[in-house]
């Protein structure tokens, strides 16, 4: 009994200890996580109630602001997406809805989470700054300036230049109130294409040339054929430095060396080929077009222009005059006109 009882005893002193022992490991660590928990749990309601309230106070603020301004799509659009979002969608299927409904996409769905951000931030939304610049009337649109400029492109009908135009308009500018240099090439167009003139091309509606006349192509095929004949006794030039290559000649054969003459008239006005005119009028052009020079000049494969070189032209100098060539090139030119060098005919070319 004795050994029983002790038995028991230690038993239970030994379970009391592992108890005792037990007790503070298990126990501390739930008690913490149970205060952690908890803690969690207050702040997550707390957050919760606050988001809600603030939401209700966005909606409310909407509701005020739009009292007043029952027209703005946007603050409206903006409410409704709240709304939305208030009753348990999100942010993305909520703008996706308000932008598909409006008959827009996703860059639209973007704004109109841009414009919630923006009320919730600011109260008020940012507004477009588009077409809000510096109102400025154009002096053109001034009756008394236009009548005036009307005048002088009635004058230079058909003879109008840009230059010419600027210098005008900075000149009468200072009379009506407005101190200026000039106006820019730009705008001196777009003020001309207000007017109603137009830049155009001379263009020539009919032409023949003769080229294919019957007589023209019976002497074209001929001149064709002998050319071709006496090919084989001429020098070609071949490749990018034009390497000079001896023609095949038989015995007592000469090689040919063919010289071409060619002639050009140049013209003062030659080169004008556009002009500013009225809408639906066309300028003539005139006959004549201006002083001319007339240039006529032989040419060789070979050495180019007909003429001495530099060389030769030093040789020919130091000759008696009754040696020395009074013409170191063969090109001729003169000034058209009755009262200039008169006309270039064939006795000219034969005495050239």
């Known amino acids: ?45 707390k957050t919760l109630d606050s988001s809600v309230n603030d939401d209700k106070s966005i909606l409310s603020s909407l509701d005020t602001q739009l009292k007043t301004k029952t027209v703005d799509i946007n603050l409206n659009t903006t409410r409704q997406f709240l709304r939305l979002v208030n009753e348990g969608y999100t942010k993305m299927k909520a703008s996706e809805l308000l932008a ?37 009337k154009s002096l053109i649109h001034n009756i008394s300036f236009r009548r005036q400029i009307n005048q002088y492109l009635e004058e230079n009908k058909f003879k109008l230049s840009i230059p010419n135009f600027m210098s005008y308009v900075s000149h009468i500018m200072p009379a009506f109130g407005v101190i200026s240099k000039t106006i820019s090439r730009s705008t001196a ?23 294919e006349r019957e007589d023209v192509v019976e002497y074209r095929n ?47 006005n030659d080169g004008v080929k556009h002009y500013w005119s009225p809408k639906g009028e066309y300028g003539l052009r005139r006959k004549s077009l201006g002083s001319s020079i007339h240039i006529s000049d032989f040419v060789c494969e070979s050495i180019g222009r007909l003429k001495l070189s530099d060389y030769e ?20 030119s003169i000034y058209l006109g009755i009262n200039r060098d008169g006309w270039w005919t064939c006795d000219d070319l034969v005495n050239q």
């Open 189 to 211: 167009c777009k003020w001309l294409k207000l007017l109603g003139w137009r830049y155009q091309t001379h263009t020539k509606k009919i032409y023949f040339d003769g080229h």
């Open 222 to 268: 001929d001149f064709l054929q002998e050319m071709a004949r006496l090919r084989k006794r001429m020098a070609r030039y071949e490749g990018e430095k034009l390497n000079r290559i001896l023609p095949n000649l038989l015995p007592g054969e000469a090689e040919i060396v063919p010289v071409t003459q060619d002639e050009t008239t140049l013209y003062a």
């Open 313 to 332: 032209i030093g040789i020919n100098d130091l000759l008696p005059d009754f040696m020395r060539l009074k013409y170191t090139e063969a090109g001729v």
């Open 1 to 45: 009994a004795a050994m029983k009882w002790k038995n028991k005893s230690s038993v239970k002193s030994t379970n009391t200890a592992s108890n005792k022992s037990y007790k503070p490991m298990a126990l501390n660590p739930i008690n913490k996580n149970w205060h952690t928990v908890s803690k969690l749990a207050s702040s997550s309601h």
């Open 100 to 136: 598909k409904s409006l008959g827009k996409g996703p860059w639209h769905a973007r704004r109109i989470r841009t414009w919630a951000n923006q009320w919730k931030n600011n109260k008020e939304l940012t507004k477009s700054k588009r077409g809000k610049h510096v109102k400025t």
